[in-house]
């Protein structure tokens, strides 16, 4: 008799928190966007002493990073007051940033050591760029801040999604890499927000949520990470941190989510495995 190996047990408590702590965004992305995301969204129900508290509880539990997101996570009003406040906890933090406006403010604060960032960049021509983001100069913008944030020796990962047929995405990643870039991943578009073209499920996912990682919405709503949206598993701002992943539907959601072979996980690019110790953002259709 053949007996099938026992899948590894999912960690209660993630290692790795996303923040989604805005709506709001700079561009449009209309064909992908998982949040919907725009200039005319709002930051949400979870208030700025509403964050500070859940970045405390992670702490506090034992997530060791979080990374803000969005949106555009600059745009949010106390966006440097959290990110300090997570420093200040002891915490590692990505900024997932689009990277089309940086504050002379904001780079200061990207060049601490415990901080990262990540953007997504579509193509290594900008009218491909902006057919993705739906923003005239985004192209230009994002590229100068990516070697901004290489000349400052900010960590930096970029991810490239195919969003239509004909992108030269082949072609952007090795932009990067001339640009100084060393963490490029290539992801497709998810069924999630305005990239759905179908009812989201977890076939959507690539396999790895819940393990190691969750997210937290504007409205405070858990989910095993940004892209499993649809997957709710608990409120944090109700119920807090600790007793959403003590709880039944966190550890129910957690085990419905298909495990997948590092091959068949998140992209197809062979060099990344959407390990979260490796590639934190999952290269998210952003």
Known sequence: MTI??????????????ELEITGRCQLTCPSLCYAKAGPTESHGSMTADDWKRIISEAAEIGVKKVQFIGGEPTMHP?????????????????????????????????????????????????EEHERVTGRK????????????????????QV?????????RTAEARQELYDLGVRTVNIDRVRSVGRGEVHVPSTKDLCGRCADGRAA??????????????????????????????????????ATSIPRRSPSM??????????????TEACDPAY
Not at 221 to 247: Q, S, Y
Request: net charge negative; hydrophobic share 40%; aromatic share 8%.
């Open 4 to 17: 099938a190996p026992e899948a590894p047990a999912r960690p209660a408590v993630p290692d790795f928190l």
């Open 78 to 126: 106390e966006f440097e007051a959290l990110v300090h406040r997570a420093l200040a906890l002891g915490l590692s933090v990505q900024v997932y940033s689009n990277l089309y406006r940086v504050k002379p403010e904001h780079w200061r604060l990207f060049t601490h050591p415990e901080v990262s960032l990540a953007t997504s960049y579509y193509s290594d021509v900008a």
């Open 137 to 156: 100069g985004s192209h230009a913008a994002t590229r100068e801040n990516i070697v901004k944030a290489v000349s400052r020796r900010i960590p930096l």
């Open 159 to 167: 991810g490239i999604v195919e969003v239509f047929e004909g992108q």
């Open 216 to 253: 937290v919405m504007t409205d405070g709503t858990v989910t095993p990470c940004v892209l499993g949206r649809f997957l709710h598993t608990g409120n944090a701002k109700a119920d807090g941190l600790a007793a959403v992943f003590n709880g039944q539907q966190w550890a129910d959601t």
């Open 265 to 278: 996980a998140c992209t197809p690019d062979d060099s990344s495995d959407c390990d979260p110790s490796n």
